[in-house]
């Protein structure tokens, strides 16, 4: 199971309740994301439906859960 880091289950909550009944509304209201994957989709909601400060902070959500690599760049 892909869990989250901490800080983001806490900042996705928050954002998650602040949304819920405009974004998540088809969602139970004991409903957090658990995984990246959940969470990727709980955040898209929020950008689609929750105007341009919920777009922004869900954008910022999601950057903390892109990959980081460190692997060399397949361009010469």
């Given amino acids: 199971m892909d869990t989250l880091p901490s800080s983001v289950v806490e900042a996705l909550r ?3 309740d602040e949304y819920r009944d405009r974004c998540l509304w088809y969602l139970r209201r004991d409903y957090y994301a658990a ?3 959940e969470a990727l ?3 898209d909601a929020i950008a ?3 105007g341009v400060d919920a ?3 869900a ?3 999601r950057s903390w ?3 980081r690599s460190s692997a060399t760049s397949a361009a010469p």
């Fill in 14 to 16: 928050r954002l998650a």
């Fill in 35 to 37: 995984t990246r994957d």
């Fill in 41 to 43: 989709r709980v955040l």
């Fill in 48 to 50: 689609r439906h929750g």
């Fill in 55 to 57: 777009f922004l902070r």
């Fill in 59 to 61: 954008a910022e959500i």
């Fill in 65 to 67: 859960l892109s990959p």
